[in-house]
């Protein structure tokens, strides 16, 4: 059984709990669990369209699966997905994704936060969804994703989705909302190092930053210490340049006040980019902080990573899927963003029959 593709898979989800009792367990919940989850993989956006993956290739499954009653319908699918405990089923699948990735030392791992399109539902009361992700940047791959409690905001789901990660040797790159003392020392305690945004809502650490790279910048950056790299891109007549300025010397590390809250601090950066279109220009400056000591090429190819994990965790939107019998609970999470990288199928119970 080991040289079967279902062998570690089946490790983790054993570890899911069937709610089901009686008549209700004819299709057992490992094989229900491994085709929706193979389904999603290619492509599959609702009930009907998983039920119909596991019908064309039964032939296939049976090879590592025991369909003891053949294929399970698109009601089945949906009413056990309704009564699985989430958070466990997002565990194992978590940690079989944990399995089977591998991250390579100094890997990027892009944190962020999005809203999940299509997860109003003013008739029924329900609020927008929001989910922080973690993006292995050179693997493509999603790591893990928490739900903000409708309550908080990133900042309280950043650790603990922090948690559910083994970062150690990465660098994590967070946006500015994330740019907190005690995130830092996490990732830190984690065995990873941080590349965090610095904006006003770190008021005298910005305030610091912007004097400091200020003044030199009027000097010509003339400290033997700085790093400089510069990168132009080109596309759809449209010109971006981007230069940065990383330090990683002890007398301009003093320089930041609250120095000792901010674990490790090693690098201190700015960023200003130049966007050029039509007639227009627009420039904008930016400010990081590092426990990483890092030249400026390295680091502005760091961002760089951070920002492209807009493109693969794109939302689609779920309205089409409420015929799926999916209620507002709805596909991965909320809904199936980046679902050929990461899955986490979730949806609240309806009111269909097993079959």
Known sequence: MEDKPIGRISEHLRRVKDPRIGNATRHKLLDILVIAICAVVCGADGWSDVALFGRSKQKWLKTFLELPHGDPSHDTFGRVFGLINPDEFERTFLGWVAEIQRLTQGEVIAIDGKQLRGSVDRDEGQSAINVVSAWATANELVLGQVKVDEKSNEITAIPRL???????????????????????????????????????????????????????????????????????????????????????????LAYVGDRQNWKNLSTLAMIRSERRFNDKVE??????????????????????????????LEFVDCADQQTENLSPGLLHGQCLPERHRYLTLWVQPTDVDYD
């Open 162 to 252: 922090l948690e559910v990660l083994d970062i150690s040797g990465c660098l994590v790159t967070i946006d500015a909302i994330g740019t907190q003392t005690e995130i830092a020392e996490k990732i830190i305690a984690q065995g990873g190092d941080y590349l965090l945004a610095v904006k006003e809502n770190q008021l005298h650490l910005y305030e610091d930053l912007e004097r400091l790279f200020s003044l030199d910048q009027q000097e010509g950056f003339q400290s033997p210490g700085y790093s400089y790299t510069r990168k132009v891109d080109n596309s759809h007549g449209r010109m971006e340049i981007r230069e940065c300025w990383a330090i990683s010397e002890e007398n301009y």
């Open 283 to 312: 420039i904008k400056t930016r400010y990081f902080i590092s426990s990483a000591v890092m030249n400026a090429r390295t680091l502005l190819r760091a961002k760089r990573s951070h920002w492209g994990i807009d493109t693969p």
